[in-house]
């Protein structure tokens, strides 16, 4: 049931990715509002290795990730740090299959996770990520990062 659902909701991004630039109103990466001044601390690293079709598209990505969060807080399909992962996982892979993009930034995935890890404040010291519930506030966190990183990727 649980892979049904990550299918699906790696269905919904990818359709919606499509579709995203065909909706009147809908936000480019690039007209983002800037985040916190911490939080642009936190994504600089994203800004010096993106450019072109690679930071447009990971930036809308990062955008419907957001808006994914934020639909996902009533029914909490998503409900801990653990799930987030994966289905950040299963949907970059759907999203960014074939592209190349995995091979033209390497680290990128990481970099992505740590930056989400340490603003929601579940990054541990050891490097892994504390599985935690994500309540209004985690996932507030979360979402604010992901739009943080379409911020940095768009140029901000």
């Known amino acids: 049931m649980n892979r049904a659902i990550l299918l699906g909701l790696g269905f919904l991004a990818g359709l919606v990715m499509f579709v995203m630039p065909l909706v ?3 936000q480019d990466a690039d007209q983002v509002a800037p985040p916190k ?6 994504v600089e690293p994203i ?17 419907v990730f957001a808006d994914v969060l934020r639909s996902d807080a009533d029914s909490q399909l ?5 799930e987030l992962h994966d ?9 960014f299959q074939h592209t190349g993009i995995e091979d033209r930034h390497p680290d990128l995935a990481d970099r992505i996770d740590r930056i989400i890890a340490e ?4 990054a541990a010291d050891d490097g892994q990520v504390e599985n935690v519930e994500l ?22």
């Open 37 to 42: 001044q911490a939080l642009q601390q936190l």
């Open 135 to 156: 309540d209004a506030s985690t996932r507030a966190k979360a979402i604010e990062a992901f739009e943080a990183i379409a911020w940095a990727a768009g140029g901000g």
């Open 119 to 122: 603003w929601m404040g579940v």
């Open 87 to 95: 289905r950040l996982v299963e949907s970059s892979v759907l999203m």
């Open 24 to 26: 009147p109103g809908a």
């Open 47 to 63: 800004r010096g290795v993106l450019a072109g079709d690679d930071a447009a598209a990971i930036g809308e990505f990062c955008l």
């Open 78 to 82: 998503i409900s801990d740090t653990a």
